[in-house]
């Protein structure tokens, strides 16, 4: 069974840092470009990040620009996420997903990610 299995959620105070992680089991992530997503209550999914296959390459959504930085350790098999300067609209469950990619350089957050993590609350209070 392949799967992501998440770590590193948490309730953090504003201006705080966490750093989110996502083991790869069953599956090799050297071939796979990852994306981290995050869904608030009562609103949709959005992306926040992706890192290419090779790790080289990163996008982000605008509203963590400068705060948070994707990568990944192929050595490790594992995706991070980390955040800093968290502040109360940052609070959500957040995910990882994987999805194969033949592209050493290229991530898009909006493509079909095949592996989907469980999910992890981080929680910034107001």
């Known amino acids: 069974q392949l799967q992501f299995v998440e770590s590193g959620g948490g309730l953090v105070q504003p201006g705080g840092s966490l750093k989110l992680s996502c083991v790869a089991d069953?599956?090799?992530?050297?071939?796979?470009?990852v994306a981290w997503f995050r869904q608030a209550p009562g609103k949709e999914r959005e992306g926040v990040a992706c890192v290419s296959r090779s790790g080289l390459t990163s996008n982000y959504a605008d509203f963590v620009k400068g705060r948070f930085t994707v990568s990944k350790d192929n050595a490790k098999n594992t995706a991070f996420l980390q955040m800093n300067n968290l502040n109360p609209e940052d609070s959500a469950v957040y995910s990882c997903?994987?999805?194969?990619?033949?592209?050493?350089?290229?991530?898009?957050?909006?493509?079909?990610?095949?592996?989907w993590g469980q999910g992890t609350q981080v929680t910034v209070p107001s």
């Open positions: 069953g599956f090799t992530l050297n071939y796979y470009a």
């Open positions: 997903a994987a999805i194969p990619s033949t592209v050493e350089a290229v991530c898009r957050m909006s493509w079909a990610y095949s592996y």
